[in-house]
């Protein structure tokens, strides 16, 4: 089973490649790893997609918070959070469909951020299912070159009150 995982953490050299390595000595693998900076200076969230078990979940997030520099680890339940990711995606676009390829894109609320001789670059924001959908329209286009973020997240307003960072300092 997928499970979404957000782990707040200190941003010090080696934080990011000690979480990585933990999942790979215990053999999981990691389909989708986001990190970026958090609203905190010095704070990082990683965001980290993984196949697995739930009792095998468990003990992995137990692990985790054995880490150096790992502040919180929560599970952002699909009901409970709201998940995106980007994609970035050129197409081939002759001038003549160009307009029907773009129409198909305002569709999906993606942008023109680049137009070549020959080809159209999109960016898009959406549940991974939505840029799946874009990518099957635009694939008979001719795609060029498809480049995604990996998924983050964040709890929903509405779902139970995670610990506050500050409690945990």
Same mark, same amino acid.
């Given at each position: ?5 957000? !782990?707040? #953490?200190?941003? %010090? ?9 933990? /999942?790979?000595?215990?053999? /999981?693998?990691?389909?989708? #790893? ?8 010095? !704070?990082?969230?990683?965001?980290? *997609? ?6 095998? #979940? ?11 520099? $790992?502040?919180?680890?929560? @599970? ?10 980007? &994609?970035? &995606? ?17 569709? /999906? %609320?993606? *942008? !023109?951020?680049? #137009? ?13 299912? @939505?840029? @799946?959908? /874009?990518?099957? &329209? ?5 795609? %060029?070159?498809? $480049?995604?973020?990996?998924? $983050? ?17």
């Amino acid at each position: 089973m997928k499970h979404t995982i957000s !782990v707040l #953490l200190e941003d %010090k050299p080696g934080a990011l490649a000690r979480i990585a390595t933990m /999942f790979a000595r215990r053999g /999981f693998n990691i389909d989708s #790893l986001a990190v970026g900076p958090t609203e905190r200076p010095g !704070v990082s969230c990683i965001t980290l *997609r993984v196949d697995a078990e739930h009792h095998s #979940l468990e003990q992995i997030e137990k692990q985790i918070h054995k880490l150096v520099n $790992v502040l919180r680890v929560t @599970e952002l339940a699909p009901d409970e959070a709201v998940e995106r990711e980007l &994609l970035l &995606l050129r197409v081939g676009a002759a001038p003549e469909r160009r307009a029907e390829l773009v129409s198909t894109a305002e569709a /999906f %609320k993606a *942008r !023109v951020v680049d #137009l070549g001789p020959d080809t159209v670059t999109f960016e898009l924001t959406g549940t991974p299912e @939505e840029l @799946e959908a /874009f990518q099957e &329209l635009a694939r008979p286009y001719g795609i %060029k070159e498809l $480049v995604r973020t990996g998924r $983050v997240g964040i709890a929903r307003a509405s779902a139970r009150k995670a610990p506050r960072l500050s409690a945990i300092n």
